[in-house]
């Protein structure tokens, strides 16, 4: 999911059955509308208008994550930048290129923290130098090298809290 860095995302009120859809979705993607249903209280049509209005608001999407180790992406690394000027057309920018997986603007240290996958240190190197350190506005790049993936989620549905 790309969001648009200039424009602020839009709240959406989530209920119980909300919640528990996207949560069951996050065990199982893949479930079916009758399982999901099921789980919820709800008829499978009813259970079905309600990832589809999830969906088409952007609260959610169901995709396919890949351990990058097993495709080939062995060099993963966040990678700090401190920017002049408009921060939302750096991380614009930022966004359109294809290594990089997460762009976020944020507070701190740094202006944004970005998330890149590579094949290898080579490639990674020629991101960083031809490509990212020649975004108009970025000042400079700190790059912190994965040496091992600990955790990986996108389970937050515990987050959410009731109500």
């Given amino acids: 999911m790309t969001a648009d860095p200039a424009r602020p995302p839009s709240r959406t009120r989530l209920d119980a059955i909300d919640r528990a859809l996207i949560a069951e979705l996050q065990t199982d993607g893949r479930a079916s509308y009758a399982a999901l249903a099921k789980v919820v209280g709800l008829s499978e049509a009813a259970a079905r208008q309600r990832v589809q209005r ?12 890949t351990d990058p180790l097993t495709v080939d992406l062995a060099r993963q690394a966040m990678i700090g930048v401190k920017a002049d000027g408009d921060t939302r057309e750096v991380a ?14 944020c507070g701190g240290t740094f202006d944004i923290l970005c998330e890149v996958t590579c094949e290898d240190d080579e490639q990674l190197l020629t991101l960083l130098n031809d490509s990212i350190r020649l975004v108009p506005g970025i000042r400079s ?3 912190f090298i994965y040496l091992k993936l600990v955790k ?7 987050a959410l809290g009731s109500g």
Wanted: glycine share 8%; charged share 10%.
């Fill in 54 to 65: 999830l969906l088409a608001g952007g609260v959610m999407q169901v995709v396919a994550v």
């Fill in 92 to 105: 614009r920018l930022l966004a359109e290129l294809p290594q990089v997986d997460y762009v976020v603007l």
């Fill in 152 to 158: 990986q989620t996108y389970a937050w549905s515990g």
């Fill in 141 to 143: 790049t700190e790059t």
